[in-house]
């Protein structure tokens, strides 16, 4: 920014103002693309330095809330909201130019779409014509966009706005943000001159935003890059160094890129040549090895038969690749032979492999023979309640079974690059012809070079920190390796050919000028090449998986060692952005010992079930920690494990309080805190107040953003959401806090909340067609309300609330913050009227009334979301919500439909069953059976003795559920029923 601007602004103006974020946040928008961008995959921005660090946050999340904390509101809080998202691009004009982007619609799609006056201005045939400019194009855009109804479906044509240049999608937004803002001397062209401006405006100079838990660097990363200066801590020295390679690797300059790239290419090149030259990965016709796949053998303790331990022995469906086993009498052991192109038959009893539901299983002789895998281990249990087991556990200069060890490993099958499908060494997919065999005689002699080279320098290695000589400390997630394969060190993870590979990269990478780099090189490649990685036969032709695909070690009784041919340079291949040069510093020390002062807090502690990355990322310590590079030899390559704030109860609220308090030291007293947790049980948020309560922080605000996804390791139910938590220092001076009083007050503060929401809902969704806040996003403003209110107190019930949140709870206790949060969501449900129920009969449905009601409204507003089914479940008590469900799948749950009730769901055992609504279902599904009206009407007149109180009730709900179910049959019968219940005659 030019000092001519900047002598037009007028320093601290914004000092004591409110942050936009405590008062609009377009959830609905920010749900959507941060799932949009979770999607991605691999193709997200930071992925790309190890997918193995899965508590990242959405950058588009990131974004908004650095925006939200800057930005001032206005009198016009409708105008806000425009300008707030213009700036995320989330706009119909951002939309436009970010489907453009994307090529969404081709030429010949949008004269289907389009009625168009003019067509040889635009078009050349069924094509564009070669003159046409982006802004003649965006003219179509627009309107071929304003013919498709949600945000969701203009949005999924386009690219993510991170995807776009910032320079064109963003061009027609700063004349509006300067006009918005032109009472504040604001002249902005780009984010850091926006940034940069509002943080003069607030604090006087470029605001700082500090993140005290960054692991995977999103936070720092995402604040960089909208000009932020910026401050990284983490106790964990590997999420450090992700964080340090987002800001400085993918923000690296167009020069330093280069750099990384030639140095990638030299390394890659000098272990591939030694490789080479040792010939381990050749054989005699040339040809080059993609992957082996090794297996365990036990020893039967009924026959004495060495037996291999494969849970399927499917190589490759497509390539219809089986190995096949076959008795081998005299050495009472079974040869292997990979069999191609066999029969579907076939195809389907190779998946049968010899461990079935935790048993080794084999035929010989036409005999089938079973004995569990823990009897094979000898497991036991002692006295103290824990288990043991007879395997032998593995010493530091072990890197392979002894002979005489239970488990032994063994090379079952080799996949081959042919001779001539590669280029230079690294062939493009499409061009690498490969074929799977079982190794020869000449192969097993490879194997055996290896084994004697790893023998020879293993001892060296160790010494020099090539190959680690670092214990596994037990722990929740070390403790498999350890119980199930007697794994004791960390280089027992890795088979002989990966230690060799490992140990010549670390050397190389050593004497890189871009070290540093390397270590974030080498953490990549150790997530593709341990043991734990599974051979997935359905992975194209077949292919190995990585090691954290969850956050946990997992052991296999047959794994998939790469090739080192496929750790070429494409393979570390990194996203590029262009970051603006700010102030950036990254420190790996506790949360409660941040060293700067910060404007902003950002954070995304752990909490409650939180992943234990102080146990997993040891997996990548041991390799790390010796003679790291700069910068990283500053930080303390130890996973910390006592320091770790983690768990919950007492021992986390602690742990958490002494971060928090820390941070808000570091704080100037306008400054904004921001917290971001995965909700997925609202017993944290008590939790939760107890440890801002005690750190002296106060609730402004409270939103929820949608963030889950469906995948196969997400079946279940499982779900996933991000509450976003605004906080401000609490207001010095004492103010108590009693239940009688702060009730009614926190009834008053939700009422107040959502009928501000509500009517901002009205006036866009009036003028847009489609709301801000969904029904979610409302009642997380009853949450809000409640913190708000009893975080500003300093006493609750006459005592003082640090001792109050800090100590230990009863099992079952329910306190007056448990209390006043059901209250408070209770309070909110209950301002959310379904549209055609009036307040008088909302007031009088049950719980489970409720809920189905309100989850039919929801249905029919497109919202699925499995976690909504969940909150609102727990707002109305509804003891068990599933009974009333029809799908519980993630992204696409809804309720029962009237047809699909059985009997069983409406008996009087049930809570459906004993409610009217109940009884209203019963009567639909009669008449669905050709049951006049008239005769279920006279059914409810013997059958209910409130009949005539609740006759019209029944009458509203069954014209709502004419109104809202998805069945035709259903709606026709009931609005014939609620017909016949509104016009019933006295005396009928």
């Known amino acids: 920014m030019d000092s001519q601007v900047k002598t037009t602004l007028t320093p601290l103006v914004l000092r004591g103002a409110p942050a936009l974020i405590e008062t609009v946040f377009p959830a609905q928008k920010v749900s959507f693309e941060a799932q949009a961008e979770r999607k991605a995959v691999a193709a997200q921005t930071l992925t790309c330095l190890g997918s193995y660090w899965k508590g990242r946050k959405p950058l588009i999340l990131v974004r908004t809330i650095v925006l939200g904390c800057l930005l001032p509101p206005t009198d016009d809080t409708e105008a806000d909201l425009d300008v707030f998202e213009r700036l995320l691009a989330f706009d119909d004009e951002g939309l436009a130019r970010r489907a453009l982007a ?77 006009r918005h803002y032109a009472h504040l001397g604001i002249e902005a062209h780009s984010f850091p001159e926006l940034i940069e401006q509002l943080g003069i405006l607030r604090y006087g100079h470029r605001p700082r935003v500090g993140d005290t838990f960054c692991g995977g660097g999103s936070i720092p990363f995402e604040a960089a890059r909208l000009g932020c200066d910026v401050y990284a801590s983490d106790l964990n020295p590997v999420a450090c160094m992700l964080t340090w390679g987002a800001l400085n690797i993918i923000g690296a300059s167009p020069e330093r890129r280069a750099e990384i790239e030639q140095a990638q290419r030299e390394v890659a090149a000098a272990v591939d040549a030694e490789i080479t030259r040792l010939g381990i990965e050749h054989d005699e016709q040339g040809n080059r090895a993609k992957a082996y796949l090794y297996c365990l053998e036990t020893r039967c303790p009924e026959t004495g038969w060495l037996v291999p331990l494969a849970p399927s022995w499917v190589i490759s469906r497509t390539r219809r690749v089986i190995a096949r086993l076959k008795p081998d009498h005299a050495g009472k052991r079974f040869d292997i032979g990979i069999v191609s192109g066999v029969s579907e038959r076939e195809l389907k009893a190779a998946e049968r492999g010899t461990v079935q539901d935790g048993e080794m299983v084999y035929q010989l002789d036409g005999k089938t023979y079973r004995t569990p895998i823990k009897t094979l281990r000898g497991d036991y249990r002692l006295p103290d309640g824990s288990t043991a087991n007879r395997l032998r556990r593995w010493e530091k200069t072990d890197f392979k079974p002894r002979p005489d060890d239970i488990f032994q490993e063994r090379l079952y099958c080799i996949q081959w690059i042919m001779r001539g499908g590669q280029a230079e060494g690294r062939p493009p997919a499409a061009r690498q012809e490969t074929f799977f065999a079982a190794p020869t005689e000449a192969d097993l002699e490879r194997e055996r070079r290896v084994e004697a080279i790893v023998a020879e320098n293993l001892a060296r290695w160790q010494a020099d920190g090539l190959v680690p000589d670092m214990p596994i400390e037990p722990g929740d997630k070390t403790d498999e390796p350890i119980r199930t394969r007697g794994w004791t060190y960390w280089h027992h993870l890795f088979n002989a050919r990966q230690l060799l590979s490992m140990a010549l990269t670390i050397q190389e990478w050593r004497t890189s000028q871009v070290a540093n780099v390397g270590w974030i090189n080498i953490a990549k490649m150790l997530n593709f090449y341990a043991k734990l990685c599974q051979w997935l036969p359905t992975q194209g032709e077949g292919g190995p998986k990585h090691v954290f695909y969850n956050q946990a070690l997992n052991v296999f009784y047959n794994y998939a060692v790469r090739g080192f041919v496929r750790f070429t340079p494409d393979f570390f291949e990194l996203s590029r952005v262009t970051m603006p040069d700010v102030k950036r510093e990254i420190v790996s020390v506790p949360a409660n010992h941040p060293q700067q002062h910060c404007e902003f807090w950002i954070a995304d502690p752990p909490y409650a079930d939180a992943v234990n990355y102080h146990e997993i990322t040891e997996f990548f310590i041991a390799w790390l920690r010796k003679n790291p590079p700069v910068p990283f030899d500053a930080w303390v390559w130890d996973s910390r494990r006592a320091l770790a704030i983690k768990g919950s109860g007492a021992e986390f609220r602690r742990g958490m309080v002494a971060a928090y308090r820390a941070m808000a030291a570091h704080m ?55 509450v976003i938590l605004i906080l401000r220092k609490r207001a010095p001076g004492e103010r108590q806090g009693f239940r009688q009083r702060l009730l009614p007050e926190v009834r008053q503060e939700v009422q107040r909340q959502m009928e501000t929401m ?117 707002a109305f008590h509804v003891g068990d919500y599933s009974q009333v469900m029809g799908d519980m799948r993630p992204n696409q749950a809804r309720v029962k439909r009237v047809s699909e009730f059985a009997g069983r769901d409406l008996t009087e055992a049930t809570e459906l069953g004993r409610s009217r609504l109940g009884r209203l279902i019963l009567g639909l599904q009669q008449m669905l059976r050709e049951t006049e009206a008239r005769v279920v009407v006279e059914q409810f007149k013997r059958e209910m003795d409130d009949f005539l109180d609740v006759r019209l009730l029944l009458a509203e709900v069954s014209a709502f559920l004419a109104r809202k179910s998805p069945e035709q049959p259903v709606r026709e019968a009931a609005e014939v029923l609620a017909a016949r219940l509104k016009n019933l005659r006295f005396g009928e």
């Open 102 to 178: 994307a090529n969404a619609f081709s030429a010949a799609r949008l004269q289907e779409m389009l009625t168009i006056r003019d067509p040889e201005r635009y078009f050349s045939g069924r094509g564009w014509r070669r003159d046409l400019t982006d802004d003649d194009k965006l003219t179509l855009y627009r309107r071929a966009l304003a013919t498709l109804g949600s945000y969701e479906a203009k949005a999924s044509l386009g690219k993510r706005p991170e995807e776009v240049n910032p320079d064109w999608l963003y061009a027609p937004v700063w004349p509006v943000v300067n």
């Open 668 to 722: 100037p007293d306008n400054g904004v805190q921001c917290v971001m947790f995965t909700h997925q049980d609202t017993g944290v948020w008590s939790d939760l107040i107890a440890i801002f309560w005690a750190a002296g922080l106060q609730v402004a605000a409270a939103w929820y953003i949608a963030t889950e996804t469906t995948s196969e390791l997400k079946q279940g139910g499982y779900v996933q959401g991000t």
């Open 758 to 874: 509500l009517h901002l809902n009205e006036r866009v969704a009036a003028q847009h067609g489609a709301p801000v806040w969904n029904d979610a996003d409302l009642q997380m403003a009853g949450y809000a309300a409640v913190l708000k209110v009893l975080t500003a107190c300093t006493h609750i019930g006459g005592e003082e609330v640090t001792t109050f949140a800090l100590r230990p709870r009863a099992r079952g206790e329910v306190t007056v913050v448990d209390d006043m949060v059901q209250q408070a969501a209770e309070t909110a449900s209950n301002l959310l009227v379904p549209e055609g129920l009036s307040p008088d009969t909302w007031g009088r449905l049950t719980g489970i009334e409720r809920f189905y009601c309100r989850m039919l409204e929801m249905e029919a507003a497109g919202a699925r979301k499995l976690d909504n089914y969940q909150n609102f479940a727990k």
